[in-house]
């Protein structure tokens, strides 16, 4: 069983990335695929909204998932495995979870299961304000995301500007030069496919 986090800062477009992308891994690739989203509050709003698509949902609430329900993560995935056995499990950690704590979280329930930690995808908002991606990573956590991750995904490329777009390329180069950038419309779907084979196959593939 696969493990891969979609993440990324608020309104960077989680929940319409892995709608599209659950969907198209169920329908082209033949896999079984389980979502879990964790929320801050007690609301599961996107849980709700994911349930609507026919998606199997777990939620985990009260807390981000690398931290305070760090264990509750271990377990849910145990249960998901036992349950209906996934090929594919894909977490919305909440926008301020950080890929590897989160890593760290999945390899918890690795003594109970055989799980694979898959990559880290960390979703960038296109509109984000210039500020909140200035700086260092150990002053300012959504650099510290963009540096933890294994693919940083462009998203919202339907309705950004190239220049908007290409100066957010040339800042997540910056803050990780090793992780795989590509572009995306979770809403239209444009690189999803390719987004899809990163995820699933690896980016040595």
């Given at each position: 069983?696969?493990?891969i ?9 989680k ?17 079984k ?8 509050g ?7 909204i ?8 777990s939620?985990?609430g ?17 249960l998901?495995?036992k349950a ?6 894909l977490?919305?950690p ?12 999945i390899?918890?329930?690795?003594s109970r299961?055989?799980?694979e ?13 210039d500020?909140m ?9 959504i ?9 940083i995904?462009?998203?919202k ?19 990780n030069?090793?992780?795989?950038l ?19 196959k690896?980016?040595?593939?």
């Amino acid at each position: 069983m696969k493990v891969i986090q979609i993440a990324g800062f608020l309104g960077s477009g989680k929940t319409t990335t892995l709608i599209s992308m659950s969907k198209a891994i169920g329908q082209k690739l033949n896999k079984k695929v389980a979502v879990i989203v964790n929320e801050i509050g007690n609301a599961p709003v996107d849980a709700k909204i994911l349930e609507e698509y026919g998606l199997k949902v777990s939620t985990i609430g009260g807390g981000c998932i690398c931290c305070e329900v760090m264990v509750g993560l271990a377990d849910t995935l145990v249960l998901l495995k036992k349950a209906i056995d996934p090929d594919l499990v894909l977490i919305e950690p909440t926008g301020v979870a950080m890929p590897g704590q989160v890593k760290d979280a999945i390899l918890m329930s690795g003594s109970r299961i055989s799980v694979e930690v898959g990559l880290a995808v960390v979703l960038i908002d296109p509109f984000i304000e210039d500020d909140m991606l200035a700086g260092e990573a150990e002053d300012n956590f959504i650099v510290r995301q963009i540096a933890n991750a294994d693919i940083i995904a462009i998203n919202k490329i339907d309705v950004a500007s190239e220049t908007r777009i290409k100066q957010c390329e040339d800042r997540a180069r910056e803050i990780n030069p090793n992780a795989k950038l590509v572009r995306i419309s979770a809403l239209r779907g444009d690189g999803m496919d390719e987004l899809i084979e990163l995820m699933v196959k690896g980016i040595s593939s």
